[in-house]
């Protein structure tokens, strides 16, 4: 079940497993009478918020990327939930239906056969779509990086994760290459030309947005702020980070000497927010 919204938030949690500790509370941007959550044990869906969805497995689930599907896998001694559906388009611009109409939806099932799995993870899918406004440095930070940036660390802190994304065009993952792969060591799984199936222990699809250009510590379960993040845009495209130094035993300061666009854009934006 959701959250209740006037509990505090958990400052540990771990995978999917109790929804209570993985869905957000309200960040304020609540609908004045909310659907009510899922509660089915199986998939679990926060729609609460006026601009993003959040639907998540807490367990064992296989991807058919083919139809943007994610399949509920049972024990072969267990019996399988009623069959149920959820859909979620991973975009946190919910308000703006054009906006949305243009963002592939994401299917949950439960209850279903289950295609063979080509390809077995062992950790947990984050999906999210990197269409919309995609391509302004602006929205590509406030609806996508900074978005991603609070879900990973809300529902799966601390932990490694593998990207599956739809319409990761090869330009924007070239361009925010470095960053990408801070959030994931992992290759990323593009939604919509990869055919191979795929297995997680769990997923969640959606992103998590506090507002504008916000990080709110009250709603992180390790009270991250838009300083941490500048952090990790810091040691994500090698600013004042240590490298090894072959013939000395005190490792070199490398310093960038061109910072790219994106960090250049986010240091005026973070000034601003941290003033």
Not at 105 to 121: A, F, I, M, W, Y
Not at 190 to 195: E, G, I, W
Request: aromatic fraction near 10%; charge should be neutral.
């Amino acid at each position: 079940m959701v959250a209740d919204t006037k509990s505090s938030v958990p400052k540990s949690t771990g995978l999917i497993a109790d929804t209570e500790s993985w869905v957000p509370k309200s960040t304020g941007h609540r609908k004045t009478d909310p659907p009510p959550p899922t509660t089915e044990k199986d998939i679990t869906c926060d729609r609460s918020h006026n601009s993003y969805d959040l639907c998540a497995i807490k367990g064992p689930t296989v991807l058919d990327p083919t139809t943007a599907t994610f399949f509920v896998v049972y024990p072969t001694s267990s019996t399988p939930e009623k069959p149920m559906e959820e859909r979620v388009r991973p975009y946190p611009r919910k308000h703006e239906n054009f906006t949305m109409s243009r963002i592939r939806e994401v299917t949950l099932v439960s209850g279903h056969p289950t295609p063979k799995c080509d390809v077995q993870h062992h950790a947990p899918a984050i999906v999210f779509s990197a269409a919309g406004y995609t391509g302004n440095v602006w929205h590509d930070f406030n609806d996508g990086l900074i978005p991603l940036y609070v879900t990973i660390n809300t529902i799966f802190p601390d932990q490694d994760v593998v990207l599956v994304i739809s319409k990761a065009r090869d330009w924007w993952v070239s361009k925010y290459r470095d960053l990408l792969h801070s959030f994931s060591k992992h290759p990323i799984i593009n939604l919509d030309n990869d055919t191979a199936t795929h297995c997680f222990p769990s997923m969640a699809a959606g992103m998590i947005s506090h507002g504008f250009m916000t990080i709110d510590p009250k709603l992180m379960p390790n009270s991250e702020t838009f300083t941490h993040f500048r952090s990790f845009l810091d040691k994500a495209y090698g600013q004042n980070h240590e490298v090894p130094n072959e013939n000395h035993n005190k490792p070199l300061v490398y310093n960038t000497p061109e910072p790219r666009r994106p960090i250049q854009f986010l240091r005026l934006v973070s000034h601003d927010l941290m003033r």
